[in-house]
């Protein structure tokens, strides 16, 4: 499951405790329209530009020569706070990775870098989403909703597929996939 640029407070919002309970790889119980489910073990990925832990950066790595201490946002003073109790919970099942300064780059490599956008993880995850799909059948999903959910995103995101990645037969065989996938799942998308 993936989290990306979250508030930290979501993760220690009205779900913690299922927050908890998937991030230490149980089964969870969760409403899927209104209905319940279990949702199997997985892993538990976020990003965020905000902190859950406290980072110390020593003297000798910090851009200052000073050690620097960057404190915990969900601590911050003037915040509607968690319970500690939780806070201590959430974080035991998190390791977080802080990025206290942009990395060394070779002058070459900077024309190639940008920002992490909604479309890099469209186009990093289509095909493994397409793969997914294939892999199961209509009746392993507790509604319908879900597989008409990924697949109407995925035939959306054809042609940025198309035009980032793949050239006139890369593009032929991404169609006919979406195609079987809606004769499989009985799906009318345009």
């Known amino acids: 499951m993936v989290f990306h640029d979250i508030n930290i407070g979501t993760l220690l919002g009205v779900d ?29 990925f976020y990003t965020s530009n905000e902190r859950l832990f406290r980072h110390n950066i020593p003297a000798k790595l910090s851009t200052t020569g000073l050690p620097q201490s960057y404190l915990s946002q969900v601590e911050a ?13 959430v974080r035991a099942r998190f390791l ?7 990395p060394k ?21 289509y095909d493994k989403a397409l793969a997914l799909l294939e892999k199961y059948q209509i009746n392993d999903f ?5 597989p008409a959910y990924v697949l109407s995103g995925l035939v959306k995101n054809l042609p940025l597929m198309e ?14 996939r979406l195609d079987q996938l809606k004769i499989k799942f009985n799906l009318l998308l345009s």
């Open 16 to 44: 913690v405790e299922r927050v908890k309970s998937l991030a230490r790889s149980e089964t969870t119980v969760v409403k899927v329209h209104s209905s319940t489910s279990t949702v199997s073990p997985m892993f538990v």
């Open 77 to 89: 003073a003037g915040k509607k706070r968690a319970s500690p109790e939780n806070i201590e919970a």
């Open 96 to 102: 977080e990775m802080f990025v206290y300064k942009t």
């Open 105 to 125: 780059q070779l002058p070459s490599d900077l024309e190639k870098c940008g920002s992490f956008e909604r479309q890099h993880f469209i186009l990093g995850a």
């Open 142 to 146: 507790h509604s319908l909703y879900l």
């Open 163 to 176: 035009q980032a990645i793949c050239s006139g037969e890369c593009s032929l065989q991404h169609a006919q």
